[in-house]
């Protein structure tokens, strides 16, 4: 399952972040938040082009500063144009009062062999032990949350097909 496509973080422009965090901490935290692309991720590149053209990548913006006294959490759902592709609560980083952050961050086409960003899931198999038949087992896959556990099953069953030519049932 580690052949199977999908889109993430990738690159990053830190433009100001005048938090605690370290800007490497910030993109690290944000190379491993999940995005959906169940839709998408078949007509995109990979490798990706060197102009980040609409083919290859999703731009992502931030710009926030906290004007209050308590802390702000900065989630996915504070980033510009993020049309539902990012999940909502994860947070990225806390501010302080006067804090800001202003950051691009864009994602591209990998596979799990490439980088565990690229993972799109677990999978785990195992047979009844009571009745000691191998043939018959419980397979199941836990989405990571960029595609659907169908996406990810139909993907991996033809990426297996060609790979090893052997015509799908």
Known sequence: MNEIPVLAFDSFVII????????????????????????????????????SCPKCSITFYLNITNNDQQILNVRTSHFENSNNRLFEDIIIVKLNKNDT????????????????????????????????????FNFEIETLGSLTPEKILKSGLKIYSEKYKLPLF
């Open 101 to 136: 952050i202003t950051l691009e961050a864009s994602t591209v086409k990998g596979i799990g062999k490439m980088h565990a960003k690229f993972y799109a899931c677990n999978v785990y198999m195992n047979y009844d032990v009571r009745t000691m038949n191998p043939s018959e």
């Open 16 to 51: 100001r972040n005048t938090s605690q965090v370290h800007d490497d901490f910030i993109m690290h935290r944000l190379s491993l938040v999940p995005v959906k692309c169940s839709d998408v991720v078949d007509g995109f590149r990979m490798p990706p082009c060197k102009n």
